[in-house]
């Protein structure tokens, strides 16, 4: 399905993209690959490849829900 490609440009933390980076990197693929393995996996199944709930805080809002380190 190899096509024409296209340029994207998407907003997020710094940190987190140097996390992903250095994570991915260490997969031996880089944020682009990552990104595409994402969509075409969501387009595979016809949805978000994994699991998305709230984390509820003590106050009833909603809470992003990161992976500790």
């Known amino acids: ?5 296209t340029n994207i440009t998407i907003r997020m933390d710094s940190e987190i993209k140097a996390q992903a980076e250095i994570l991915f990197g260490e997969l031996g693929m880089n ?7 994402f969509v075409r996996q ?3 199944e016809g949805r978000i490849p994994f699991e998305i709930c709230l ?11 990161l992976a500790e380190e």
């Not at 399905?1 to 490609?5: E, F, I, L, P, R």
């Not at 944020?31 to 393995?37: E, Q, R, S, Y």
């Not at 509820?56 to 829900?65: C, F, H, I, V, Y």
């Open 55 to 65: 984390n509820r805080t003590s106050r009833g809002t909603a809470a992003p829900k």
């Open 31 to 37: 944020l682009t690959t990552a990104l595409n393995i």
């Open 42 to 44: 969501s387009l595979r």
């Open 1 to 5: 399905m190899a096509g024409k490609t």
